[in-house]
Nanobody
Framework: QAQLVESGGGLVQPGGSLRLSCAAS????????IAWFRQAPGKEREGVSC??????????ADSAKGRFTISRSRDNAKNTVLLQMNTLKPEDTGIYYC????????????????????WGRGTQVTVSS
């Protein structure tokens, strides 16, 4: 089981940037596909981006293409997955969750949350002037 903890959310003005981090406690997190989902008030949860276990396949929602970048960081003792978000818009506001698929995943998906086994508690992102 991968215990996931998100961080990096906050309040930012339109056009600003945030970098979200998903830290996984499991030592073998390298074998997990990781995704970011978000949920805005009154809306359904939607997939934003994902990265496969090797880190050589990334997928983005159309709304995130060209503005968001997902990557794996192995600088710290805990492996983390980062979501760099640039040129933020008010419609990016929501709670951002990271999710892990426990079995070794050659690919990933943002089409369905059911593909993922473990979820973090989320971090709030608010884009407002």
């Amino acid at each position: 089981q991968a215990q996931l903890v998100e961080s990096g959310g906050g309040l930012v003005q339109p056009g600003g940037s945030l970098r979200l981090s998903c830290a996984a406690s499991a030592s073998n997190v390298d074998y997990y596909a990781i995704a970011w989902f978000r949920q805005a008030p009154g809306k359904e949860r939607e997939g934003v981006s994902c990265i496969n276990s090797r880190g050589d396949i990334t997928i983005y929602a159309d709304s995130a293409k060209g503005r968001f970048t997902i990557s794996r960081s192995r600088d710290n003792a805990k492996n983390t997955v980062l979501l760099q978000m640039n040129t933020l818009k008010p419609e990016d506001t929501g709670i951002y969750y990271c999710a892990a698929a426990l079995a070794a995943k050659a690919s990933c998906t943002i089409a369905t949350a059911a593909w993922y086994d473990d979820w973090g508690r989320g971090t709030q992102v608010t884009v407002s002037s």
